[in-house]
């Protein structure tokens, strides 16, 4: 048998060594919390561009929990500053569970969807300059800020704990109401950067301020829409076994939670038309009777789904008629005692106005008690109690307390690539900043409108408190060239009350 010489055996050691090096440079990006263990020298001497780049912009790495954010990072167009070998950055970077409910909560469906200047402020907001910081850098406890590449600020925090005197969090400050993030993997080197990797994504947040209450007494007007058909579904082993009953006795009308073979749900129906007055609705309140509850232990929770648009024979017999299931949209819970003969309300504004501006002829509420108890209300088929069958109420806006709305132009360079904001673009009088909040209406065409590092869409508020803590921005897109954009915004006061006209917000984009 042939031999091995040593001198073959030091080769051989060698290689392994060389090849487990190698092998750590993403061994700390690995889905574990780690102590302070170094990331592998061959890091330090690359850039963190290099970094990302490397395997595929990390999606052959199997260590790599950075892949979408090396994708955010070639999107934003960010790579050239990166990757500049003089600097002394100190990143925060995301992992793709952190940078994917970003996504999801942003109202995006991948990051193909995200614009551009949307993770280009995400990245720089967590970016500092002129100093790689490690953990060993702060003191246990004090809370260090810095500002960022967006000019926000972000705060470092080292908070010890018995079994790991080196736990870093970010913008752990109580005076902010920022969410805190704790690092899950830190001070991993490279020629131009210290970066800290994080599961949370955090952005400095100023506390907002409490809103007032409104008046008890505020002029408003009313109108009242009777629910038109009212079903029960009979839950099953299987969909297959599903079954409708159109309620007719007392009892009749139950919603439940149990065992398959015996679970409840209601179905309602409700016309959808113009109000009687003319003013805005303003609140939409479902009100149901509640006769009894049986079986039940404790409180029982009820929630409400705004279901499909389909509409429906109240006599149908099968699960495949009725409208399909929606989301939740309220609550409500019933006592254990003291409820029965009662009647209950919860607020489902939202569908009921939407349907109202669409011109919709009817609404369908799902009606579901989590609760394991058997929940009766008042129907409409239930001869003796045809006074307690569901409606909903709606109510006008009140009158608005805004006296007037002063606008002036946005500027915004686009070397810059955001603008903040201010009540010296967009301001209203008669109330307090903290009870005037801006509904946006039409988003810009150039841009994007975020707020506290959140992009914001139709539908989406600002308040004019949060216009003077500087935290509203206006960013171009990479399309931009000079020209014009605009936001359409409605205001709002805190009685409900709303401004006559659409503000229209113009930008100037240099």
């Not at 912009?57 to 990072?73: C, E, F, T």
């Not at 099953?236 to 009749?252: C, F, I, K, L």
């Not at 939409?284 to 929770?301: D, P, W, Y």
């Amino acid at each position: 048998m042939k031999k091995f010489g040593n001198n073959f055996l030091k080769v051989l050691v060698i290689s392994l060594i060389v090849t487990l090096v190698g092998c750590e440079k993403f061994k700390l990006l690995k889905d574990e919390d780690m102590d302070n263990v170094s990331a592998g020298a061959n890091t330090k001497n690359i850039t963190f561009t290099e970094f990302l780049k490397s395997n595929n912009y990390q999606q052959d790495d199997r260590y790599s929990v950075l892949k979408q954010y090396a994708k955010a990072v070639k999107k934003a167009g960010l790579e050239p500053l990166l990757d500049e070998a003089d600097k002394s950055f100190t990143i925060v970077a995301f992992t793709d569970a952190a940078m994917n409910l970003f996504i999801t909560t942003s109202g995006y469906t991948s990051i193909d969807d995200v614009p551009n200047e949307v993770l280009k402020h995400l990245i720089l907001n967590n970016i500092i300059e002129d100093g790689k910081f490690q953990v060993i850098d702060f003191a246990e406890n004090e809370d260090v800020g810095f500002k960022s590449l967006t000019g926000d600020s972000i705060f470092f925090k080292r908070e010890p704990i018995a079994s790991n005197p080196y736990v870093l969090k970010i913008n752990s400050v109580s005076r902010y109401a920022s969410a805190s993030a704790t690092i899950r993997s830190r001070d991993l080197p490279y020629k131009n950067a210290i970066a800290h990797v994080s599961n949370t994504i955090t952005f400095t947040k100023k506390s907002e301020a409490t809103i007032d209450n409104p008046p008890a007494d505020l002029p408003t007007s009313k109108d009242t829409l009777y629910v038109s058909k009212d079903a029960v579904l009979l839950f099953a082993a299987n969909v297959s076994g599903y079954s409708v009953s159109n309620a007719t006795g007392p009892d009749a009308f139950q919603t439940k939670t149990a065992t398959p073979t015996v679970t409840r749900r209601l179905y309602l129906q409700f016309p959808i038309r113009q109000p009687k007055f003319t003013a805005r609705v303003g609140v939409a309140t479902l009100k149901m009777f509640h006769i009894r509850t049986a079986n039940g232990v404790g409180e029982s929770q009820i929630d409400v789904f705004a279901d499909g648009k389909t509409d429906w024979f109240e006599n149908t017999t099968s699960f495949a008629d009725l409208p399909i299931m929606g989301p939740k949209i309220s609550e409500f819970k019933i006592p254990s005692s003291g409820a029965t003969n009662t009647w209950f309300g919860t607020t489902i504004s939202s569908p009921v106005i939407d349907a109202i501006e669409s011109g919709e002829t009817f609404i369908n509420i799902g009606v579901f008690n989590i609760s394991n108890s058997n929940v009766y209300f008042g129907h409409k088929e239930y001869t003796g109690n045809t006074d307690k069958k569901a409606f909903i109420v709606l109510e006008s806006t009140p009158p608005p307390v805004i006296g007037n709305v002063n606008v002036n132009v946005v500027q915004v360079n686009l070397s810059d690539f955001y603008k903040i904001i201010t009540k010296q673009n967009i301001s209203s009088t008669g109330t307090s900043d903290k009870n005037i909040k801006y509904i946006i209406t039409e988003v810009p065409k150039y841009g994007t409108v975020m707020c506290n590092g959140i992009p914001l869409k139709k539908g989406s508020v600002f308040t004019q408190h949060q216009l003077s803590q500087n935290v509203v921005k206006y960013l171009c897109n990479s399309e931009a060239t000079a020209g014009s954009d605009e936001v359409k915004i409605e205001v709002q006061d805190y009685t409900g009350g709303y401004y006559p006209d659409i503000i229209t917000l113009p930008i100037q984009i240099n």
